[in-house]
């Protein structure tokens, strides 16, 4: 079984840049308006479309959940060897569970977090740590038009 999500983007050339980094793959098919990724390590097909007035929502992130915090630190070197801004948390207590993770944001502003979860907690939340409410910037490399 495999999770299928399909994403509008702005800027189809940059976003297939930042999921190349993220799910550590190359797209399966790639035309002028259109990409797939197709993901056994995440189960994941992921659909790319170019709409230049996409409009993406706010509040919302999406994660991978990783079998070793090894992977995580995989992903971190990944997406700082991509050029991508990222917010590295190692084993802080957020949403009742210890975990270290990774955080990115995709050309839109969509928020990804690469997390391993250590053990589960009583504590929702570390008092220090920003958790899911940490602000990532948009990757470094590129600025969006407003």
């Known amino acids: 079984m495999k999770m299928h999500l399909n994403l509008a983007t702005r800027d189809l050339d940059r976003s297939v840049s930042f999921y190349s980094v993220l799910l550590n793959a190359q797209p399966l098919k790639r035309l002028h308006d259109y990409a797939l990724f197709v993901t056994d390590e995440p189960g994941l097909e992921l659909a790319l ?3 230049t ?3 993406v929502g706010h509040g919302a992130h999406f994660g991978i959940v990783m079998d070793s915090p090894e992977g995580v630190e995989q992903q971190i070197t990944r997406l700082q060897a991509g050029g991508f801004t990222i917010d590295v948390e190692r084993e802080e207590t957020c949403c009742y569970a210890e ?4 955080w990115a944001a995709d050309p839109e502003g969509r928020r990804w977090e690469t997390y ?3 053990a589960e907690s009583d504590a929702r ?6 958790c899911c409410e940490a602000v990532v910037a948009v990757p470094r490399r590129v600025a969006l038009d407003p």
């Open 53 to 55: 007035e996409a409009i």
């Open 99 to 102: 975990q270290t993770k990774v």
């Open 125 to 130: 939340d570390d008092e220090a740590a920003a």
């Open 49 to 51: 479309d170019l709409d």
């Open 116 to 118: 391993y979860v250590h």
